[in-house]
């Protein structure tokens, strides 16, 4: 059985690659979620005017790679201590979300919340926002898998991010 889990972690293009690589990971797809416009196009999103936030979408085989698992990598590729944005990308559609589809989906990441919030790692408050989940809508084409078709834009994209930076400051102890 197929579930999906939708993680909002700043620009898009570097939270596919993370996912990707898993066994029990059968799809990531780069879109948008979270706003009041229909079919919102990545200007629309990246003007700030649609409510929407860059997300992935992640279809998965809860038997080989659990939720759990998913968050563990989730909390390991953003900031959760900034409301403004991610890392050199600020504004509302940069922001951190976990956009729950069941009961239990949600309960699973309100824990994992907690134990991130109580574990000392971060000196400020845990500020990822876990909502229920909209309509998902797909990025464009030429977003899907960019770190593979545009591999050198994207290295150097998030060479300067400084999203490598603080994963290894926050995570590789």
């Not at 293009?13 to 990971?25: A, H, L, Q, R, S």
């Not at 949600?106 to 919030?117: N, R």
């Amino acid at each position: 059985m197929i579930e999906k889990a939708t993680f909002a972690g700043g620009c898009f293009w570097c939270m596919v690659k993370p996912f990707v690589e898993w066994d029990g990971i059968h799809k990531v797809t780069s879109g948008y979620m979270g706003g009041h416009l229909e079919n919102p196009t990545y200007e629309d999103v990246k003007k700030g005017t649609s409510g929407h936030l860059e997300v992935v979408e992640i279809e998965f085989d809860p038997a080989i790679f659990s939720y759990e698992q998913l968050l563990d990598i989730y909390w390991m590729q953003i900031d959760p201590t900034d409301a403004y944005g991610q890392f050199h990308d600020r504004g509302e559609s940069y922001t951190t979300a976990i956009f729950t589809y069941t009961d239990e989906q949600k309960q699973i990441a309100e824990a994992s919340k907690e134990k991130l919030a109580n574990s000392g790692r971060f000196d400020k408050p845990i500020v990822t926002k876990i909502r229920n989940a909209e309509r998902f809508y797909p990025a464009e084409d030429y977003h899907q898998d960019y770190y593979k078709k545009e591999a050198a834009h994207y290295q150097q994209d998030r060479a300067v991010s400084g999203r490598d930076t603080f994963i290894a400051k926050h995570w590789e102890k």
